[in-house]
């Protein structure tokens, strides 16, 4: 498979396509070091041999914040060079930071825009992006990612609704440009050019008046131009359409583009991965084969494996789906693709990241704040003697399912798998469940649906299929609606 193969960037090999992009893990505390949990989160990607890790958003600055790691100072030096010991001493995943910059926000709702800046504290932020690279080289990472996207400082300059009017212009696409050069010609100073550094921006604002996958194309040229290694697309995640919780600072996804960035369950997988082909071929086109990472809702490996095979993407970045399953790239790699405990775009993880929670997943065994272990000897889970008893039912609009509790085999029943197929199409998971029981609100009569469910363990563990329950009910004839039953005075 194309997604097992090696990748060269700049001085390192990455042992696969495969990344985890940055997710903000709310493990350390508001003084910014590097802790064992958070490393612990990190070797766990690199047991599943996730080829790139891109550890979570890291502050170039000392800025207030909730918790949050940094690398605005040589003392986290230490922190980070552990992480990339213990990272290293467990498999050839290749690790990088993510660095970033980001400006003021109160409680009120306030928030500081870049128009705010004054030519010092630009000039000191782009020392403080080559700084905390040089910091990140020291520390030992094998590159280190510019932030680039969603809320924060560099991505407020690429945004079409920049409003600066001086060298960094919002009405011209240079001008937009302009900070990013100079913070990349300043890691570049500070940090070499012998070593990986990639950027993340956005494929598409998702805002009104934002830039579209039109002006990405042209940006990523621009990165490509300049020498970033490798380009990580996502979507969204702006402030402009943020909504303001009472006593909170502004989080930047909860608005439409929030959606767009961290898509839910209700949208369609892939969303985004026409945006990153797009980018991909067309600095292709131009001659620059600077890898490109395609991100959103991606969590099927004959998904993964397409993107790459017909040149959509170089690299399938899962950050929800690898934060559920570590293992996926092993799982893979091993011919164990059905052990994967699929991501269901629940989205709790997002959730905890907003209230400065800890980052766990929904899929995970209560209570615990790791991914729990691979697992290929022992039992898995069986149904007990005279099968899972699937039974449906079917009333206003909603398919009530229940079963029998599957018996755990070497370690616990983690969750069941509803797998569903509409009339004479492929099952997919529909939903994933803690309890022998779902309710089903997405049903259209006049189509003939069959389910079945999979009980599994924390290691993905899963039994064969229950029995299939079918259920076909009829279009809903409406009602002609007495002219009488319409008028109900008190
Ligand atoms: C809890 C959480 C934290 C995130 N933190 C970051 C971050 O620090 N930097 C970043 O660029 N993206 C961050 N993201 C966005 C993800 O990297 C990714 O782009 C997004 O979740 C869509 O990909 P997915 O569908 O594979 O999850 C975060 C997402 C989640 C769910």
Redesign the pocket.
Known sequence: MKILEPLALNGITLPNRIAV?????RLSGEDGFVNQPIIDRYVRYAQGNVGLI?V??TAVHSNKSGPLLRLSDDEFIPGHRELVNQVHATSDSKVVP?I?HFLKVARSGWRQTIDSLSPEDIERIIDQFGQAAARARQAGYDGVEL?S??AYTLSSFLSRRNPRRDEYDGRTLEGRLAMFGRVMASVRKHAGSDWTVGV?FLAEEAIKEGYTVEDAKLIALRMAQLGVDYI?L??G?KFEDAVHREGQPLYP?TGYSGDR???GDWYPPLPHAHLAASVKQYINAKGYTVPVIS?????DPDDAERLLQTGQADMI???????ADPDWPKKVAQGRADQIVR?I?C?V??Q??ENFKE?TCFLWPKGVNQAPPDATDGLGPRWPEGGAGLTATVERGIVKLSWKKAEAGASPIAGYNVYRAEDDSAARVTEAVKSAKHTDKMVLGGLRYTYYVRAHDAAGRATPPSDAVRIDFPVPIAEPASPHSEVHHA
């Open positions: 992009p940055a997710m903000v893990t891109v979570e958003a993510q970033i932030h996207a969603h993340r990580s996502s979507v995640g996804y960035c961290m898509p991100a959103g809702k991606i969590s970045g899962m950050a929800r789906q690898l934060l991501c775009y989205n993880c997002k905890l990241d980052v």
